[in-house]
């Protein structure tokens, strides 16, 4: 079982910055991927960026270039700098986490989720 707490969220106006954190309850080297989503009224749920086990990472299209994941391995965090904030960053974004059973089952864990509002 994986917990997963995020916070960071809040009000911001366009071309402003965020930093949102997500800690887990393991050692996040187990984690292969972790990731934020997220999710704005009325939409489904969607990839905004995801690191793996080794470092590598991927970002939707939407935010390349003004979102960088990261984590501090030693914290068992995980951090999203979000700058040039638009009004379509709008929604809730919540921390996943999946990990993989020794029988190779795969188990995906979400935070509760953090309010990033974007607006003048």
């Known amino acids: 079982q994986v917990q997963l707490v995020e916070s960071g969220g809040g009000l911001v106006q366009p071309g402003g910055s965020l930093r949102l954190s997500c800690v887990a309850s393991?050692?996040?080297?187990?984690?292969?991927?972790m990731g934020w989503y997220r999710q704005a009224p009325g939409k489904q749920r969607e990839l905004v960026a995801a690191?793996?086990?080794?470092?590598?990472?991927n970002y939707a299209n939407a935010v390349k270039g003004r979102f960088t994941i990261s984590r501090d391995i030693a914290k068992n965090t995980m951090h999203l700098q979000m700058n040039s904030l638009k009004p379509g960053d709008t929604a809730v974004y919540y921390c996943?986490?999946?990990?993989?059973?020794?029988?190779?089952?795969?188990?995906?864990?979400w935070g509760q989720g953090t309010q990033v509002t974007v607006s003048s």
């Open positions: 996943n986490a999946v990990t993989i059973t020794a029988r190779g089952t795969a188990n995906a864990y």
């Open positions: 393991v050692n996040i080297l187990s984690i292969n991927p």
């Open positions: 690191i793996s086990s080794g470092g590598s990472t």
